[in-house]
Nanobody
Framework: QVQLQESGPGLVKPSQTLSLTCTVS??????????WSWIRQSPGKGLEWMGA???????YYSPSLKSRTSISRDTSKNQFTLQLSSVTPEDTAVYYC?????????????????????WGQGTQVTVSS
Protein backbone atom coordinates (compact mmCIF):
# COMPACT_ATOMS: atom_id res chain seq x y z
CA GLN A 1 0.00 0.00 0.00
CA VAL A 2 1.03 3.59 -0.45
CA GLN A 3 2.78 5.13 2.52
CA LEU A 4 3.76 8.74 3.12
CA GLN A 5 6.35 10.12 5.52
CA GLU A 6 6.96 13.77 6.35
CA SER A 7 10.42 15.02 7.26
CA GLY A 8 11.96 18.35 8.10
CA PRO A 9 12.99 20.60 10.98
CA GLY A 10 10.75 20.73 14.01
CA LEU A 11 11.74 24.28 14.90
CA VAL A 12 11.83 27.28 12.59
CA LYS A 13 12.59 30.88 13.48
CA PRO A 14 10.14 33.68 12.64
CA SER A 15 10.60 35.21 9.18
CA GLN A 16 12.43 32.10 7.92
CA THR A 17 11.19 29.59 5.37
CA LEU A 18 9.70 26.32 6.55
CA SER A 19 10.64 23.41 4.30
CA LEU A 20 9.15 19.92 4.58
CA THR A 21 9.52 16.85 2.40
CA CYS A 22 7.06 14.01 1.93
CA THR A 23 8.58 10.71 0.84
CA VAL A 24 6.16 8.32 -0.83
CA SER A 25 6.62 4.56 -0.98
CA UNK A 26 4.50 1.80 -2.46
CA UNK A 27 3.34 3.93 -5.38
CA UNK A 28 4.43 6.69 -7.73
CA UNK A 29 3.54 10.35 -7.33
CA UNK A 30 3.03 10.45 -11.11
CA UNK A 31 0.25 7.86 -11.05
CA UNK A 32 -2.97 9.09 -12.72
CA UNK A 33 -5.06 10.76 -11.24
CA UNK A 34 -3.84 11.45 -7.73
CA UNK A 35 -3.15 14.76 -6.06
CA TRP A 36 -0.58 15.13 -3.33
CA SER A 37 -1.51 17.65 -0.69
CA TRP A 38 -0.08 19.45 2.29
CA ILE A 39 -2.45 19.98 5.20
CA ARG A 40 -1.84 21.44 8.63
CA GLN A 41 -3.60 21.58 11.97
CA SER A 42 -2.84 24.38 14.39
CA PRO A 43 -3.48 23.94 18.11
CA GLY A 44 -7.21 24.00 18.80
CA LYS A 45 -8.14 24.38 15.14
CA GLY A 46 -9.39 22.16 12.35
CA LEU A 47 -7.50 20.81 9.38
CA GLU A 48 -6.37 23.41 6.84
CA TRP A 49 -5.60 22.47 3.26
CA MET A 50 -2.52 24.37 2.07
CA GLY A 51 -1.95 23.18 -1.46
CA ALA A 52 -1.32 20.25 -3.74
CA UNK A 53 0.73 18.99 -6.63
CA UNK A 54 -0.91 16.81 -9.21
CA UNK A 55 0.29 13.59 -10.85
CA UNK A 56 0.99 15.83 -13.87
CA UNK A 57 3.06 18.31 -11.88
CA UNK A 58 0.44 21.07 -11.84
CA UNK A 59 0.14 22.92 -8.55
CA TYR A 60 -2.82 24.28 -6.62
CA TYR A 61 -2.73 26.57 -3.59
CA SER A 62 -5.04 27.85 -0.91
CA PRO A 63 -5.76 31.50 -1.73
CA SER A 64 -5.02 32.49 1.85
CA LEU A 65 -1.51 31.00 1.70
CA LYS A 66 -0.68 31.28 -1.98
CA SER A 67 1.67 34.23 -1.63
CA ARG A 68 3.87 32.31 0.82
CA THR A 69 3.57 28.71 -0.38
CA SER A 70 5.43 26.69 -2.96
CA ILE A 71 5.03 22.97 -3.64
CA SER A 72 7.44 21.06 -5.87
CA ARG A 73 8.41 17.47 -6.52
CA ASP A 74 11.34 15.23 -7.31
CA THR A 75 10.02 12.31 -9.31
CA SER A 76 13.39 10.52 -9.21
CA LYS A 77 13.10 10.33 -5.42
CA ASN A 78 9.29 10.02 -5.36
CA GLN A 79 9.10 13.02 -3.05
CA PHE A 80 7.21 16.28 -2.92
CA THR A 81 8.16 19.33 -0.92
CA LEU A 82 6.44 22.21 0.85
CA GLN A 83 8.04 25.60 1.32
CA LEU A 84 6.27 28.21 3.44
CA SER A 85 8.02 31.56 3.60
CA SER A 86 7.98 34.37 6.15
CA VAL A 87 6.67 32.15 8.91
CA THR A 88 5.23 33.51 12.15
CA PRO A 89 4.25 31.76 15.39
CA GLU A 90 0.77 31.39 13.87
CA ASP A 91 2.25 28.86 11.46
CA THR A 92 2.98 26.52 14.36
CA ALA A 93 1.08 23.33 13.58
CA VAL A 94 1.23 19.65 12.83
CA TYR A 95 1.91 19.36 9.11
CA TYR A 96 0.63 16.41 7.11
CA CYS A 97 1.13 15.20 3.58
CA UNK A 98 -1.65 13.22 1.98
CA UNK A 99 -2.81 11.54 -1.21
CA UNK A 100 -6.22 12.33 -2.59
CA UNK A 101 -8.36 12.57 -5.69
CA UNK A 102 -9.26 16.27 -5.55
CA UNK A 103 -6.91 19.05 -6.62
CA UNK A 104 -8.17 21.65 -4.19
CA UNK A 105 -10.42 22.37 -1.23
CA UNK A 106 -12.29 25.54 -0.40
CA UNK A 107 -11.37 27.41 2.74
CA UNK A 108 -14.97 27.17 3.86
CA UNK A 109 -15.01 23.38 3.52
CA UNK A 110 -14.68 21.44 6.75
CA UNK A 111 -11.77 19.18 5.88
CA UNK A 112 -11.45 15.75 7.47
CA UNK A 113 -9.03 12.83 7.29
CA UNK A 114 -11.68 10.94 5.31
CA UNK A 115 -11.22 13.35 2.41
CA UNK A 116 -7.91 11.69 1.55
CA UNK A 117 -6.92 8.18 0.57
CA UNK A 118 -3.61 8.08 2.43
CA TRP A 119 -1.94 10.22 5.08
CA GLY A 120 1.47 10.62 6.59
CA GLN A 121 1.75 10.48 10.37
CA GLY A 122 2.30 14.23 10.60
CA THR A 123 5.21 16.27 11.86
CA GLN A 124 5.13 19.01 14.48
CA VAL A 125 6.61 22.33 13.40
CA THR A 126 7.05 25.10 15.93
CA VAL A 127 7.83 28.67 14.92
CA SER A 128 9.73 30.37 17.69
CA SER A 129 12.83 32.43 18.24
Amino acid sequence: QVQLQESGPGLVKPSQTLSLTCTVSGGSITTNYYYWSWIRQSPGKGLEWMGAIAYSGSTYYSPSLKSRTSISRDTSKNQFTLQLSSVTPEDTAVYYCARGINPRYSGSYSLSFDDFVSWGQGTQVTVSS
